[in-house]
């Protein structure tokens, strides 16, 4: 403690702390002096003692204490002082040169100083000066943690803010102040628009709210109510006002009373209801409606209280659920979802808790989130996939909850067909890639053989290898052309055109470009199909169909084998035959024939590739024309494929 303070009630300034050497002094000075710091610090207030030249040479223990230094870091000091904060350096230099210019206000100066650990500190100081009998100058700077005050008064301002910002935000609510001779006080932006709208005028504050009002039946209407609040009634009223556009305004009016209870004014808040009279009124008509459109609509329409108690279960909640309305009406949503949702997940403790969570609205971000699970419908062992969504309404000040479920078993089951599908396609034109390496292999290899020894091979090699060159190059190319007319009709670029068609000369104009490729190995193609026969479908597809049904069979075929196209005419189709009296198609792989993933496996025994895609296609085509394909095959009679067409329906 400081003992040398050269404070007010002092008559000579004392030496300073460790910067002098203390006289010995008497008895009754120094217990008069312990007396008066005794005193000094337990004022809650900072005292601090600044010399003519600036040097700090007194500070009190609660200065001390506020901004969390020793005596011995403060004392001695120039300025700036470590105490002063680098942001407010200004305006302590300022309140100083007030000070000694005697322009410094009354209440002092509210500045900002730092305490040691960093943190600011808002202060209130008041600088005085005093001479002491040597004729030295000294300021005595009284400063006061204003912390609080300053808290309290930004916690003040921002609900001043907040109180006005409220009042202006509040778009549909009529808020007006007048004094005890009907002028206005105060009026918000609602008030303004609703005079226009109501009266068509325009209003300021001072003005006469009575003679703002053009309606004289309006006018008597409001003068009567006015007068009332101004003798100390509170009350309200639902009355049409205006008469430029009259509306249905619900008013509550109450007294303005000052500090000694005296009726000084009153307030008006008003709403235009006309609106909400209208809608409750056309709820009331609609309500039987609203029920029925609910009970039409398909998916789960659930309504709880807050207490949880189910109060709309519609129709398709019961068709999904299996649950009549009867059963879970006035019933706990919990018990409910406990019955519905499949183990392990129905667990009640677990379920209770998310229901809670809701009711009482500690967990708001589950509303308007759409959640994937599932349900056992009652009536059902098998389960559902469901996507739901639960959110907060407001129905005359009640708060309820609304829980949409959308059956989503159908769609999950779509979205693992469509995964099956693309797998398939990928799958499909790996298989493709591989199925095209063939060809051009045999292509680079015999290239590039001619390329370096087309000098050095006999003729009968170079024929040999032009021929399967050639063989290659018709294979090659039909499997592009059958893939191309496979992917434009996936991609619905193929016009589906059905026509009568005379179903002989069809087939020979389709089998014709095979000729050059039976030939060879003297292969015969025989028809039995009678002149007369017609069928109603597309002559493009149909000609693809017969096209790649013979080019498998001739491959299918031995040499001097024979193939036959057939038709057999019933009453509502024609069934097609395409048979090669030749190889047995194992059964394996007829089970895989008409199948996209499979299309290069080999086909029988002669391991030739090529036809499956051509297959494919086949069986698009046929489904195209609403028929189906299917294949016979036995070691007399060979491998028989089979397609049936609709007659010449005219469809």
């Not at 230094?69 to 000091?77: F, G, I, N, R, W």
């Not at 879970?328 to 409910?336: E, P």
């Not at 169909?545 to 509502?572: C, F, P, Y």
């Not at 051509?614 to 007399?636: A, N, P, Q």
């Amino acid at each position: 403690m400081n003992s040398n303070i050269p404070g007010i009630i002092l008559k000579d300034l004392e030496p300073v702390q460790n910067s002098r050497v203390s006289e010995k002094i008497d008895g009754n000075f120094q217990k008069e002096n312990s007396f008066r710091q005794a005193i000094e610090d337990s004022l809650p207030s900072g005292i601090a003692v600044i010399d003519e030249n600036g040097k700090q040479v007194y500070v009190n223990q609660t200065f001390c204490k506020m901004i969390g230094y020793d005596e011995e870091e403060l004392l001695e000091k120039l300025p700036p002082y470590v105490y002063w904060s680098p942001r407010d350096i200004e305006s302590i230099n300022n309140a100083f040169r007030e000070t000694i210019n005697n322009n410094a206000p009354r209440e002092g100066f509210d500045l900002v100083f730092r305490h040691k650990n960093g943190k600011q500190i808002p202060v209130n100081v008041i600088i005085t000066s005093f001479i002491q009998e040597d004729s030295r100058k000294f300021f005595l700077a009284n400063i006061i943690d204003i912390s609080e005050r300053k808290k309290t008064e930004k916690t003040l301002k921002k609900t001043q803010m907040l109180l006005m910002s409220s009042i202006e935000s509040q778009a549909g609510t009529i808020i007006f102040f007048i004094d005890k001779d009907y002028k206005y006080l105060y009026f918000n932006r609602a008030h303004i628009d609703a005079m226009k709208f109501a009266y068509n005028t325009d209003i300021e504050t001072g003005m006469n709210f009575l003679e703002c009002i053009t309606s004289d039946e309006d006018k008597k209407q409001i003068k009567e109510n006015l007068d009332r609040a101004l003798t100390g009634e509170s009350h309200s009223i639902v009355q049409t006002f205006g008469n430029v556009n009259p509306g249905i305004y619900e008013v509550f009016f109450n007294p303005i009373v000052n500090e000694t209870n005296q009726i000084v004014g009153c307030t008006g808040l008003a709403r235009n209801i006309t609106e909400r009279i209208e809608a409750e009124q056309a709820l009331k008509d609609s309500e039987i409606k609203f029920k029925e459109i609910i009970n039409q609509i398909n998916d789960i329409i659930i309504v709880f209280d807050e207490q949880g108690k189910i109060i709309i279960w519609n129709k398709g909640a019961e068709n999904i659920c299996g649950l009549k309305a009867e059963e879970v009406l006035n019933k706990s949503i919990a018990d409910i979802q406990v019955q519905l949702t499949p183990p392990p997940l129905n667990d009640r403790a677990a379920i209770e808790k998310v229901i809670k969570g809701i009711l009482t609205h500690e967990t708001p971000e589950i509303f308007n989130q759409i959640i994937d699970s599932e349900i056992i419908p009652a009536d059902s062992r098998k389960p559902r996939n469901i996507q739901s969504m639960v959110f907060p309404i407001k129905l005359n000040g009640v708060s309820l909850f609304c829980t949409v479920i959308r059956d989503t078993t159908e769609i999950k089951r779509y979205e693992k067909e469509l995964l099956r599908i693309s797998s398939e396609k990928d799958k499909f034109y790996s298989m493709i890639a591989q199925y095209l390496y063939t060809p051009f292999n045999v292509f680079n290899n015999f290239s590039k053989l001619m390329a370096e020894e087309l000098d050095n091979l006999p003729i009968r090699e170079i024929q040999k290898m032009a021929v399967m060159m050639s063989k290659s190059a018709g294979n090659l190319y039909n499997l592009l052309d059958n893939l191309l007319q496979w992917t434009r009709l996936n991609q619905g670029k193929i016009l589906f055109e059905p026509q009568k068609l005379n179903l002989k000369k069809i087939s020979q104009d389709a089998v014709s470009i095979l000729k050059p490729e039976a030939d060879p190995q003297n292969l015969k193609i025989t028809y039995f199909i009678d002149n007369e026969i017609s069928v109603f479908a597309d002559i493009f597809m149909l000609k693809t169909i017969i096209r790649n049904l013979v080019s498998s069979a001739l491959k299918l075929s031995a040499s001097d084998g024979n193939i036959e196209i057939s038709a057999r005419k019933t009453t509502s189709e024609v069934v097609i035959s395409v048979r090669d009296i030749g190889n047995r198609l194992i059964p394996d792989y007829i089970i895989k024939l008409f199948d996209s993933t499979h299309i290069n496996t080999a086909i029988g025994a002669a391991e030739e590739k090529g036809t499956t895609l051509g297959l494919l296609l086949c069986k698009e085509f046929v489904e195209k024309h609403e028929g189906r394909i299917w294949v016979e095959t036995s070691d007399e009679k060979g491998s028989e494929f089979r397609f049936n067409l609709p007659l010449n329906t005219g469809k």
